[in-house]
């Protein structure tokens, strides 16, 4: 009876995993800087979502049901490959000779490179927060650490860029501005 459940609660939720799965990719990416180990990180959320479908109370925390098994996925790949992973960029050489699109390129790699910078406890806090917009309170649910750590990682992650950023060269960023997202 329970596999009956969980076959009519995975295909209820598979258009919601569906309209997800850009975004848990974005963050997986965020987190590990490579392609195809984001994608399997997204595959294996999907997986373990749709196994345990049935176990989902409240189809309202579905964000946060989904980021807690794909935070889960990615700590246990660094549990099995090692924290010593070698992440490498790959670089797009394709990308059109505009001055305006390389100056914007330019600004995405320097916050790419500031972000991937930062140590693994502050990055998924500031992935989380800044660029899939959770709120401190969800961030603390899928972390599983308590939301006051949650502000101090996020607070010392968005010190920790700005820092880098400022480092780069004041000229080329003066004239933009760091915003705070909550």
């Known amino acids: 009876m329970k ?7 995975a295909f209820s939720l598979k258009t919601e ?8 990719y974005r963050i997986a990416y965020s ?3 490579d392609p195809a180990l984001a994608d399997d990180l997204v595959q294996e959320t999907i997986y373990k979502a749709l196994k345990n479908a049935g176990g989902l109370r ?6 946060t049901w ?4 794909l935070f889960n996925c990615w700590h246990d790949y660094l549990r099995v490959k090692g924290r010593n992973v070698e992440f490498v960029e790959i670089h797009d050489d394709d990308q059109a000779d505009h001055t305006e699109s390389y100056q914007q390129s330019q600004i995405v790699r320097r916050v790419r490179s500031a972000v991937e910078e930062l140590p693994a406890t502050l990055r998924e806090v500031v992935t989380l927060a800044d660029f899939a917009g959770f709120s401190y309170a969800e961030i603390a649910d899928i972390t599983d650490v308590p939301i006051g750590t949650v502000m101090s990682r996020l ?3 968005r010190k920790n860029l700005k820092q880098q950023l400022l480092e780069f060269g004041s000229d ?3 004239e933009f501005k760091l915003r705070r997202v909550k």
């Open 3 to 9: 596999i009956v459940k969980n076959l009519v609660a």
């Open 58 to 63: 409240d189809t309202a925390t579905i964000d």
């Open 66 to 69: 989904l980021y807690r098994i």
């Open 172 to 174: 080329d960023i003066s």
């Open 31 to 33: 987190w590990c800087h």
């Open 155 to 157: 607070f010392r992650a």
């Open 17 to 24: 995993f569906a309209a997800r799965r850009n975004k848990l």
